[in-house]
């Protein structure tokens, strides 16, 4: 489902190189679920967001779903993600303008998926904001936009979901409805789940907690020993 093959990601900051993935490799089977975690600043956005396509690695290969990211554009990236993938943010990331219910059906027509709608209403009910559907983010509370958010990435059943930080901005009591709610919306629908957080219970409830330490993944063994 997802491989990271030799992938080393560098940035120029001035006159210095920063080293933020050194030589990188892991593979995640499908419909399994794992956690990236490490502490503010080890690199956990940056291999999301290698692993999504949304960049490039400086050397080593990505390949999400059978496919090989390295030779595509942009374009064609991006048409990848819109074909298998789904993501959730700390900052939830609605679209201001439109209501919940349109918020969620943004994936799908940007697919070109008929049928929307119902769907839509559909997940809306599932994650128990039926009564919700025509209220703008604004008129939400942080935890319902995060549903509303959950709603929106499973809307066109993802063969993969990125969660960045998924609860970094809820309560605890929020934090752990929402995290019951993507466990159960994951198990339920096969979705392959790619978690990067900093709390080590959240990611110890996935299949694979992986740690990120100097530029290199650690693997859950090697972190119950610290
Ligand atoms: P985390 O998600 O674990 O907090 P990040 O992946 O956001 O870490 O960042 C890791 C390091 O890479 C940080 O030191 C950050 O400043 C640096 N970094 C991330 N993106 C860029 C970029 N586009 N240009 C330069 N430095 C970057």
């Known amino acids: 489902m997802l491989r990271v093959d030799h992938v080393t990601q560098r940035f120029d900051s001035g006159s210095k190189t920063l080293t933020v993935l050194n030589d990188v490799s892991f593979e995640i089977e499908e419909g399994t679920s794992c956690a990236i975690v490490g502490p503010s600043g080890s690199g956990k956005t940056t291999l999301l967001g290698l692993c999504a396509g949304l960049d490039r690695p400086t050397e080593g290969t990505v390949e999400l779903c059978g496919i090989d990211l390295g030779p595509l554009d942009e ?42 709608r119902p769907r839509a209403l559909d997940l809306l009910e599932r994650v ?19 549903r509303v958010a ?48 900093h709390d080590l219970e959240l990611a110890a409830r996935t299949a694979r907690p992986l740690r990120l330490q100097r530029g290199q993944i650690v693997e859950a063994e090697a972190m119950a020993a610290g």
């Not at 605890?172 to 995290?179: D, M, P, Q, R, S």
Request: net charge negative; charged share 20%; proline share 5%.
């Open 128 to 146: 128990g904001l039926a009564d919700r559907s025509d209220h703008y983010p604004a008129q939400l509370s942080g935890g319902e936009q995060q």
């Open 150 to 197: 959950l709603a929106r990435a499973f809307i066109n059943t993802p063969s993969i979901l990125f969660a960045d930080e998924p609860t970094g901005n809820l309560d605890e009591e929020t934090a752990a409805t929402i995290e019951d709610l993507l466990f159960d919306l994951n198990a339920t629908s096969g979705t392959t789940l790619v978690l990067v957080t």
């Open 75 to 116: 374009d064609e990236r991006a048409e990848v993600r819109n074909q298998h993938v789904g993501f959730v943010f700390q900052t939830f990331r609605l679209l201001p303008t439109l209501t919940a219910v349109e918020n969620v059906m943004v994936p799908a027509e940007l697919r070109g998926t008929s049928g929307a």
